[in-house]
């Protein structure tokens, strides 16, 4: 079975440029979270999706946005990038509300310039 | 949500027994309590999740006492490779997860 797939699973942009992040969970999940985890830090909540709605954010501006297609796979978008958007993009899948715990993709590095 | 507090990093030796308390005093009625592994550059991997008791499968057991204010993660004969960041949760099935600092295990020969 294939597990959690994200991609690109590098990207290099521009500060002020858009960056897009793919995520295709497990299937038979319906849970799509993302987090953003910085060189040597903890992983930050970023976005919660379940059946096509957003369930919860963490504290992240605006700029940082997602959507959960019917499939259930979800896209993580970002705005106007800036550098401290550099960082390790994790996305993980689970059943309904976590049921059985999460598990993660390898995650798309995310290097603003 | 339950706040958790955890050993900042351990060190052990190949071989040992490694035991990691986890403080979770606030711990609701529904909420469940989940570890995980994290590597470098990778995403965290799922250990063991329980809810009271003890859980046990292939790679390591949960003990969490009565009161479930507090969890211990262990994990038989270590190997170089569980050198790792492990991280402890709390949350029930209808929640955001947020994870916590962890704790960095450092095994060493």
């Known amino acids: 079975e294939a597990g959690v797939t994200q991609s690109p699973t590098h990207l290099i942009k521009t500060r002020g440029q858009q960056a897009t992040l793919r995520c295709s969970p497990i299937s038979g999940h319906t849970s799509v979270y993302w987090y953003q985890q910085a060189l040597g830090l903890g992983l930050q909540f970023l976005l919660w999706y379940d059946e096509g709605e957003e369930r919860n954010r963490g504290n992240f501006p605006p700029r940082f946005s997602g959507r959960q297609f019917p499939n259930y796979s979800s896209e993580l978008n970002v705005n106007a990038l800036e550098l401290e958007d550099s960082a390790l993009y994790l996305c993980?899948?689970?059943?309904?509300?976590?049921?059985?715990?999460?598990?993660f993709g390898s995650g798309t590095r995310l290097t603003v310039v | 949500l339950a706040k958790t507090t955890q050993p900042i990093s351990m060190d052990s030796y190949e071989g040992q027994e490694v035991n990691i308390t986890c403080s979770h005093n606030n711990i609701a009625t529904n909420d469940y309590i989940t570890w995980y592994q994290q590597f470098p550059s990778q995403g965290p991997r799922f250990i063991i999740q329980g809810y009271k008791t003890k859980v046990t499968n292939e790679v390591a057991s949960l003990f969490i006492p009565a009161d479930r204010k507090s969890s211990t993660l262990s994990l038989p004969r270590v190997s170089l490779s569980d050198t790792a960041v492990y991280y402890c949760?709390?949350?029930?099935?209808?929640?955001?997860?947020?994870f916590g600092k962890g704790t960095r295990l450092h095994i060493l020969p």
């Open positions: 949760l709390v949350g029930d099935w209808d929640d955001k997860i947020i």
């Open positions: 993980a899948s689970s059943f309904p509300g976590g049921a059985g715990g999460y598990t």
